[in-house]
C-alpha cells in the first residue's frame, strides 16, 4: 500500500509564506523493498493530490493515476513530492521577473522572487528529499502549470543538469509583455540530453469570452518551443502537444499526467 508523509520546510525568501508544506508519496513497494526510485516534483501541492486550488477547478488527480499506472504495470514506482505554492504571494514566488503586462492585474504588481525560489528548490528541497528517501537523484523530473509552468521552465534553464525532463504545461508568459522570459531564455544554455513535455489548450483564457489570452497562451507556447530549438535542443528532445478546445484548468492538465510520466 502506498503512504504519504508531509513535511515542513523554512522559506524565508519570502514576506508572509516562510514556511511550506511537502507531501511525498512513497510507491506501495517502498517499504517492502531497497530499491532506489525516480522522484517527480510538482509546483502547487495542494492541487496535486487533493484540493481545488488554485484556480478552483479539481485536482491532478496524480494518486488516481499513479495508482491506475501500477496496476498495469506501466512503472516501477515513483516517488512524489508536492510542494506547496506561497498563497497569496504565489505569483511573486513563481515569476523570475516583475510583470510587465496588463491584462487584469496591476502592472508591476508581482514577481521576482522565481531565482530565489529555483535556488531553495535546487540546494535545499532537492538535497532534503535525497537525503531522506531512496531516491535515483540522476532521474529527477520537475513538472507545473500555469505560473507553475513558467517557473519550471525558469528551473531547469537556471539549472539545466539537474533535471531529466521538465513538464510545462500552459506556459503564463503572456505576465512580459516587453519580452523579458524570452531574452532570459536565449542567455542560458539548455541541456541538449533533457526532455520537454510541452502543452498548451486553445481555449486557455480564464474567461470563456477571453480569445485574445488563449491565443496569447498559444503563441507564447510555441514561442518557448521554437526558442528551445533556436538553443540547439534537439527536436526529438522536445514533445509539443496543442489541445484543442483544452482549458485552463486542473482538470485538463490531470489528462496529462500519466503521458509526461511514461515520456
Do not use: C
Amino acid at each position: 500500500m502506498w503512504r504519504m508523509e508531509e513535511h515542513t520546510i523554512d522559506t524565508p525568501y519570502m514576506k508572509k509564506a516562510v514556511t511550506r508544506t511537502i507531501r511525498v508519496y512513497l510507491p506501495r513497494e517502498y517499504d517492502s523493498s531497497n530499491k532506489n526510485y525516480p522522484v517527480v516534483y510538482f509546483h502547487d501541492g495542494k492541487a496535486v493530490f487533493f484540493g481545488k486550488t488554485p484556480f478552483g477547478t479539481g485536482s491532478f488527480e496524480v494518486l488516481d493515476t499513479i495508482t491506475k499506472m501500477e496496476i498495469e504495470n506501466k512503472t516501477d514506482g515513483i516517488i512524489i513530492v508536492a510542494i506547496d505554492n506561497a498563497g497569496e504571494e504565489r505569483s511573486t514566488e513563481y515569476l523570475p521577473f516583475v510583470n510587465s503586462y496588463d491584462n487584469g492585474f496591476e502592472t508591476h504588481k508581482f514577481g521576482g522572487k522565481a531565482f530565489d525560489y529555483a535556488d531553495f528548490f535546487v540546494e535545499k528541497l532537492i538535497p532534503f528529499i535525497n537525503g531522506k528517501y531512496r531516491t535515483i537523484p540522476k532521474k529527477a523530473s520537475i513538472i507545473g502549470s500555469s505560473m507553475g509552468g513558467l517557473v519550471t521552465a525558469f528551473i531547469v534553464s537556471r539549472y539545466p543538469d539537474v533535471f531529466e525532463k521538465a513538464g510545462v504545461l500552459s506556459i503564463a508568459s503572456w505576465v512580459y509583455q516587453e519580452g523579458e522570459w524570452i531574452d532570459y531564455l536565449k542567455s542560458t544554455h539548455p541541456n541538449k540530453t533533457m526532455k520537454y513535455f510541452i502543452h498548451v489548450g486553445t481555449a486557455e483564457g480564464h474567461m470563456l469570452q477571453d480569445a485574445t489570452l488563449a491565443q496569447k497562451y498559444v503563441d507564447d507556447t510555441i514561442l518557448y518551443y521554437q526558442t528551445l530549438l533556436k538553443l540547439d535542443v534537439p527536436i526529438q528532445n522536445i514533445y509539443l502537444n496543442i489541445g484543442v478546445g483544452d482549458t485552463h484548468s486542473e482538470t485538463t492538465w490531470s489528462n496529462y499526467i500519466e503521458q509526461f510520466l511514461l515520456y
